[in-house]
């Protein structure tokens, strides 16, 4: 934890630094936007994928949500239908902890005799 904070720290004050450069207009001031300039992204997400890489297993069963179109899903089948690919979903997740169960119990019981 104490390594995450010191990260997190890091990348804020790298990029109070780089933001710091750069003459920061007022906060009341409108932003402006030329014809031929792309628009300014928040630095929230320039940071995002890092912290996603810092090991954080909470949001593993998600990972689809940035590129999958929900909307389109529902819209397209009925609510009978996604019930029954959700509940099929959570089998195959239950089948999956069970048999990476079931592979660590053997790869244990391998150390345990030296195999």
Do not use: C
């Amino acid at each position: 934890m104490i390594v995450r904070n010191g990260i997190i720290a890091a990348v804020f004050a790298s990029t109070a630094l780089v933001s710091g450069a750069e003459a920061a207009p007022a906060a009341s001031a409108p932003a402006v936007v030329l014809p031929g300039e792309l628009p300014v992204q928040q630095a929230k997400s320039l940071i995002r994928d890092f912290f996603k890489s810092l090991g954080d297993d909470d949001d593993d069963g998600f990972v689809h949500d940035d590129h999958y179109d929900w909307q389109a899903y529902r819209d397209s089948t009925s609510r009978k239908e996604r019930v029954r690919d959700y509940l099929r979903m959570q089998n195959e997740m239950q089948k999956d902890a069970f048999r990476a169960q079931k592979n660590a119990q053997k790869e244990m019981i391998k150390r345990q005799r030296g195999w």
